[in-house]
């Protein structure tokens, strides 16, 4: 190789690196888009059919709405939301604490060619549930899926009944990416900086740490009143808020995945001190 090609094809390399880096789109969905996609996957009820969810069978509804409650609320991988099996959820002995169990499966109930595994040692976890969870989802055991032999909790609700698989749980969301696009479409649109391309089993979970940092930063932030020194104080809340994370989110100790997911808490908590310094600011340029 020449001199001349090597540099090219270094430059080349460089650029394409720095490309890459440069990306102002946000993978979380903000509390508009929250409230929006709930409206679409909100199961029809006795009285009220909802028009706006794609599914028309109501059995059907309520699985695909658990599915993307459990990952938009307690931060699931798409692995960890398939590998969940009816005896993933338990009560107290006292029946008033509820929890779900993150755990591999037994081979020897799981027929799926691509079987979801466990990302890592911290992904064994116990999540506590809140109750109103735990009620839908007996429910959806006890009702809508009694008569399936399989131990997976989320199976097609046809017969063979068959345990979904990742092309199955994408094909859900593609859907509902569908109707969200349709009734809110300026959240997808990119000349908006804080749009998203398209909703996610990954997108679920960007928005959990979204809600979860933002909720445990506030909650922490105020129970440092003892600090004098408010840069330690909102310094010692950001720490615990990330190590909420860690643990619920099946991270190791020391993972920096907590303030990657939460770019656009980071990004908003930033913009909003930058402004209200400007603001603040005793210059005059009228």
């Given at each position: 190789?020449?001199?001349?090609?090597?540099?090219?094809?270094?430059?080349?390399?460089?650029?394409?690196?720095?490309?890459?880096?440069?990306?102002?789109?946000?993978?979380?969905?903000?509390?508009?888009?929250?409230?929006?996609?709930?409206?679409?996957?909100?199961?029809?009820?006795?009285?009220?059919?909802?028009?706006?969810?794609?599914?028309?069978?109501?059995?059907?509804?309520?699985?695909?709405?658990?599915?993307?409650?459990?990952?938009?609320?307690?931060?699931?991988?798409?692995?960890?939301?398939?590998?969940?099996?009816?005896n993933s959820i338990?009560?107290?002995?006292?029946?008033?604490?509820?929890?779900?169990?993150?755990?591999?499966?037994?081979?020897?109930?799981?027929?799926?060619?691509?079987?979801?595994?466990?990302?890592?040692?911290?992904?064994?976890?116990?999540?506590?549930?809140?109750?109103?969870?735990?009620?839908?989802?007996?429910?959806?055991?006890?009702?809508?899926?009694?008569?399936?032999?399989?131990?997976?909790?989320?199976?097609?609700?046809?017969?063979?009944?068959?345990?979904?698989?990742?092309?199955s749980v994408n094909?859900?969301?593609?859907?509902?990416?569908?109707?969200?696009?349709?009734?809110?479409?300026?959240?997808?649109?990119?000349?908006?900086?804080?749009?998203?391309?398209?909703?996610?089993?990954?997108?679920?979970?960007?928005?959990?740490?979204?809600?979860?940092?933002?909720?445990?930063?506030?909650?922490?932030?105020?129970?440092?009143?003892?600090?004098?020194?408010?840069?330690?104080?909102?310094?010692?809340?950001m720490l615990k808020?990330?190590?909420?994370?860690?643990?619920?989110?099946?991270?190791?100790?020391?993972?920096?995945?907590?303030?990657?997911?939460?770019?656009?808490?980071?990004?908003?908590?930033?913009?909003?001190?930058?402004?209200?310094?400007?603001?603040?600011?005793?210059?005059?340029?009228?």
């Open positions: 190789m020449t001199l001349k090609k090597k540099i090219i094809n270094n430059f080349s390399k460089s650029n394409k690196t720095i490309k890459s880096e440069i990306n102002y789109s946000f993978n979380s969905m903000n509390d508009e888009m929250i409230k929006g996609l709930y409206l679409i996957i909100s199961p029809s009820k006795s009285d009220k059919y909802n028009t706006l969810n794609p599914f028309k069978s109501k059995k059907v509804q309520l699985r695909n709405f658990l599915i993307i409650h459990l990952m938009l609320n307690y931060g699931l991988r798409i692995g960890e939301l398939m590998l969940l099996t009816i338990k009560k107290s002995i006292q029946n008033d604490n509820f929890s779900l169990i993150i755990t591999n499966t037994d081979d020897d109930y799981d027929d799926r060619a691509k079987k979801p595994k466990i990302k890592n040692e911290y992904s064994y976890r116990v999540i506590r549930l809140q109750e109103r969870d735990y009620k839908m989802l007996q429910i959806y055991i006890s009702e809508i899926r009694k008569e399936i032999p399989s131990q997976i909790l989320f199976t097609s609700l046809k017969p063979p009944c068959s345990a979904l698989s990742y092309a094909k859900i969301f593609d859907q509902i990416d569908s109707s969200l696009k349709a009734l809110l479409p300026e959240y997808f649109d990119n000349s908006n900086y804080d749009s998203i391309e398209r909703l996610t089993p990954h997108v679920c979970r960007h928005s959990w740490v979204y809600m979860t940092l933002s909720f445990s930063f506030e909650k922490y932030k105020k129970e440092n009143t003892a600090y004098r020194d408010i840069r330690q104080s909102v310094n010692d809340a808020a990330q190590d909420d994370l860690r643990i619920i989110g099946g991270w190791s100790p020391t993972s920096t995945m907590p303030m990657h997911y939460g770019k656009r808490f980071i990004v908003e908590r930033a913009n909003f001190m930058n402004l209200a310094r400007i603001v603040d600011s005793s210059i005059n340029y009228d």
